[in-house]
């Protein structure tokens, strides 16, 4: 049974940072594919970012290029997503994702996190 854990939401102004973690555990996860998504109120759930646990292939959403990082640590079976200059917009509950395999967009993901808020205020 594949559990994802994710905590480091909160509350943070326009301009600042925060770092969200996924603990993952229950299968090998070195053919896997991770990623985060987001759903704000009112709007469907969206892709944000993804990675490949095995070489660390990245792929993030035009919205968030050049301000999120996503990564993993091996030893920890932990992925990691730093989130820098938050716009209001960015405002969502979080969502870690899991699925075998190399690919990392316009996929099914079958396993899911419980969600963390990320609240940015202006």
């Known amino acids: 049974q594949v559990q994802l854990v994710e905590s480091g939401g909160g509350l943070v102004q326009a301009g600042g940072s925060l770092r969200l973690s996924c603990a993952a555990s229950g299968r090998p996860f070195s053919s896997y594919a991770m990623g985060w998504f987001r759903q704000a109120p009112g709007k469907e759930r969206e892709f944000v970012a993804a990675i490949r646990w095995s070489g660390g292939s990245t792929y993030y959403a035009d919205s968030v290029k050049g301000r999120f990082t996503i990564s993993r640590d091996n030893a920890k079976n932990t992925v990691y997503l730093q989130m820098n200059s938050l716009k209001p917009e960015d405002t969502a509950v979080y969502y870690c994702?899991?699925?075998?395999?190399?690919?990392?967009?316009?996929?099914?993901?079958?396993?899911w996190g419980q969600g963390t808020q990320v609240t940015v205020s202006s």
């Open positions: 994702a899991a699925r075998p395999g190399a690919a990392l967009v316009s996929v099914r993901y079958d396993y």
